[in-house]
């Protein structure tokens, strides 16, 4: 079954979450924030492009608390299909607020929430109160464990920190496992290629091709200050990748069809991507899962694309 099909599935069986108490012990015991790498593994595997890390060879998103900064949300339980607000603050090393942040990707702060089987994918930007407190409505689409990452720089620190948290929902709990690894995908009637040789511990560029109805797209939108933004999750314990794109994108520039990014996957493994690219005034979400090892493995887009059964998911987020 796919990503998609299982998506069906759990909508289709929502109305039934009411007998499913038991759901949320599942949720709360599915995989804790797994240990972090020791240094001696972060030095072989020449993780020191990953940016992010601290001095400890700890990986982006696995930790709750970095370089004397804490990421604290109001609550950590929620529940299934209710429009909640989400706030939380980042504390800095004298245990205040912070209140000032230097802008990356043309935001104070990135928030990325996904469940912890890779699902339900949301990139959003939430409102700084003067008190420090950051919030944004949103809801939960299924129950289980998601994990919540603040993407951010503080005024004065010269580089960008990535926290991360759980949130325990309660609601029907359907595991929806990870597409095969492909070289194309189809999103709101786009087309997404994807190629490059991805090899662990070392840079990788990958490209991303969008067509639409067979034809290139040459007019994509600025997004973040660039034509597309991706975030890259380690299988398992959700390490969180930063992706560079090659190109920085002025507001009023046309871009397209193809997007280049510098990565580093830092062990052999499988990695979910998740690239936003900006059309016509909307953004979507394309998702790709990769598998990495030692040697590079090369990914090849097909000749053609082939026909994809459009996803009952839908990624498609407003302009922010």
Known sequence: MNRAAALRLGAFAGALALAFGAAYGIGTAVDPIAAADTPSQSQEMGMGDMGGHDAGGQLPGLAVSDAGYTFTPATTF???????????????????????????????????????????????????????????????????????????????????????????????????????????????????TLAGTPVAGKESQLTFKITKNGKPVTDLQPYLGAFGHLVSLRSGDLAYLHNHPAQHAEPGMKGGPSIDFMTTFPTAGTYSLFLDFQHAGAVHTAEFTVKVDSTGTTIVPPTAVPAHEEEAHEHEQPVR
């Open 78 to 192: 929620s529940t299934a299909g209710t429009k909640t607000a989400l706030r939380f603050t980042i504390t800095g090393p004298d245990g205040k607020p912070v209140t000032q942040y230097t802008k990356t990707h043309e935001k104070d702060l990135h928030l990325i929430v996904v469940r912890r089987d890779l699902s339900g994918f949301h990139h959003v930007h939430p409102t700084l109160a003067a008190d420090g407190t950051w919030s944004i409505p949103f809801t939960f689409t299924a129950g289980g464990t998601w994990r919540m990452y603040a993407d951010f720089q503080p005024a004065g620190l010269d580089k960008n920190i990535t926290l991360g948290t759980d949130v325990n929902v309660s609601g029907l709990y359907i595991p929806v496992p990870l597409n095969d690894p492909a070289a194309v995908t189809s999103i709101h009637g786009y087309d997404v």
